[in-house]
Nanobody, 120 residues
Framework: QVQLVESGGGLVQPGGSLRLSCAASGNIFRLLFMAWYRQAPGKQRELVASITSSDTTNYADNVKGRFTISRDNAKNTVYLQMNSLKPEDTAVYYC??????????????WGQGTQVTVSS
């Protein structure tokens, strides 16, 4: 089992910043891929940003230049720095972790989600 604990969500005004964190623990063994997704009311869950174990990153077009994903391998933690936030960034943000456990079985886990609300 892998546990993901997210933190850092909240209410922020347009143009403001937030930093989300997601710490992974348990039978991680090889944590190959971590990502942030988001889901707004009435919409499908969408990929926001991802990062591989070799630090290759990928961003959704609508967050490029505003959001930065990073990871601390020693802490098995992924971060999402969100700047210049817009009301349309309002959503529940979910952390996703994929890898191989010590039994060499692949895994794909989700965090519980953290609410981000951008509003004046």
């Amino acid at each position: 089992q892998v546990q993901l604990v997210e933190s850092g969500g909240g209410l922020v005004q347009p143009g403001g910043s937030l930093r989300l964190s997601c710490a992974a623990s348990g039978n991680i063994f090889r944590l190959l891929f971590m990502a942030w997704y988001r889901q707004a009311p009435g919409k499908q869950r969408e990929l926001v940003a991802s990062i591989t174990s070799s630090d290759t990153t990928n961003y959704a077009d609508n967050v490029k230049g505003r959001f930065t994903i990073s990871r601390d391998n020693a802490k098995n933690t992924v971060y999402l720095q969100m700047n210049s936030l817009k009301p349309e960034d309002t959503a529940v943000y979910y952390c996703n972790a994929r890898g191989m456990n010590s039994a060499m079985t692949s895994y794909n886990y989700w965090g519980q989600g953290t609410q981000v609300t951008v509003s004046s």
